[in-house]
Nanobody, 124 residues
């Protein structure tokens, strides 16, 4: 069982920055692929960014050049640095763990553990 706890969400003006953190329980965090997803009201959950166990990354086109995913295996933590935020980035952001895969997965069904989510609101 893996528990994921997100933090760092909040209210920010357009153009501002936030850094989300997700701390995972367990002693094998370094073996997990980790991802960030988001869900806006009335919309389906969508992929934001992912990082593999080896550190390779992938991100959605809508956030490329603005969001950066990283991980610190010594702290069992994955981060999402979000810069140049836009109102359309408003959503609940979820981190997820892929305990079996090797890549930076875009597909939500590849992830077997999810956090409870943290709200990000970007005002115009």
């Amino acid at each position: 069982q893996v528990q994921l706890v997100e933090s760092g969400g909040g209210l920010v003006q357009a153009g501002g920055s936030l850094r989300l953190s997700c701390v995972a329980s367990g002693r094998t965090f370094s073996r997990y692929g980790m991802g960030w997803f988001r869900q806006a009201p009335g919309k389906e959950r969508e992929f934001v960014a992912a990082i593999s166990r080896s550190g390779s990354t992938d991100s959605a086109d809508s956030v490329k050049g603005r969001f950066t995913i990283s991980r610190d295996n010594t702290k069992n933590t994955v981060y999402l640095q979000m810069n140049s935020l836009k109102p359309e980035d408003t959503a609940v952001y979820y981190c997820a763990a892929d305990t079996a895969g090797w890549g930076a997965e875009r597909r939500s069904y590849e992830y077997d553990y999810w956090g409870q989510g943290t709200q990000v609101t970007v005002s115009s």
